[in-house]
């Protein structure tokens, strides 16, 4: 079956770095996509990753090993505005997007 | 990115009325517009998927004669939730996926709220 894992929940300070998780096995690959969602609101596409290596945008960067299945969502300078889920998401081969459960990201003061 | 407008945001109805949700790509093509469900505290669940001027295909144990939906055009796609009950309200968003060079990229409307009284 096809299967995406990423922790439940982190919690991390503002100012520090965070690091989310995702792994997956999945029925071919067309892509790995992070989504970030505030509550009540509906997912904002923050990056996409197909080749292996680091994607970086501002505060945020997105890795991908295709052998091993894995990425990572990397948060910079985080503020209080980051608190949110980050949905990791794969493209499978028929297109269609398989998702995570979602990591709810808790930001403290 | 592209934009994915969605009407109406929020919508209360009655038990046993319809209730029509409209979604739309306003800058690009949509080859394909999926429809998804949320509830609170759980990730999305995708109830359909859509191409053009075909009937959608419904995810497992989604009931297509309850959720109606139409993708009359590469722009629009309508999602009808027929004789709502209280157990439909959740929060329903839409994303139309358009080919953008060699990738396809997808964007969510901003969702509707549906609560059934």
């Known amino acids: 079956g096809q299967n995406i894992d990423q922790p439940t929940e982190m919690t991390a300070t503002e100012g520090a770095i965070v690091q989310i998780n995702c792994t997956y096995q999945?029925?071919?690959?067309?892509?790995l996509f992070w989504y970030q969602q505030h509550a009540g609101e509906a997912p904002t596409f923050l990056s996409y990753?197909?080749l292996d290596g680091l994607e970086e945008k501002g505060r945020f960067s997105s890795f991908l090993s295709r052998s091993k299945g894995y990425s990572y969502l990397l948060l910079k300078e985080l503020q209080m505005k980051d608190s949110a889920s980050y949905l990791c998401?794969?493209?499978?081969?028929?297109?269609?997007?398989?998702w995570g459960a979602g990591t709810k990201l808790i930001i403290k003061p | 990115g592209a934009v994915v407008s969605q009407h109406p945001s929020w919508v209360i109805c009655k038990s046993g009325t319809s209730v029509k949700i409209e979604c739309r790509s306003l800058?690009?093509?949509?080859?394909?517009m999926f429809w998804y469900r949320q509830f609170p505290k759980q990730s999305l669940m995708l109830m359909a998927t859509?191409?053009?001027?075909?009937?959608?295909?419904?995810e497992q144990g989604v009931e297509k004669d309850k959720f109606l939906i139409n993708h009359a055009s590469l722009t629009l796609s309508t999602l009808t939730v027929t004789s709502a009950h209280p157990e439909d309200s959740s929060f329903y968003i839409c994303?139309?996926?358009?080919?953008?060079?060699?990738?396809?990229?997808?964007?969510f409307g901003p969702g509707t709220r549906l609560t059934v009284t």
């Open positions: 800058d690009f093509q949509a080859t394909t």
């Open positions: 998401a794969v493209m499978d081969s028929n297109y269609q997007l398989i």
């Open positions: 990753n197909v």
């Open positions: 999945t029925s071919g690959f067309n892509g």
């Open positions: 859509s191409n053009e001027g075909s009937k959608a295909t419904y």
């Open positions: 994303s139309a996926r358009g080919l953008t060079g060699d990738l396809y990229e997808q964007y």
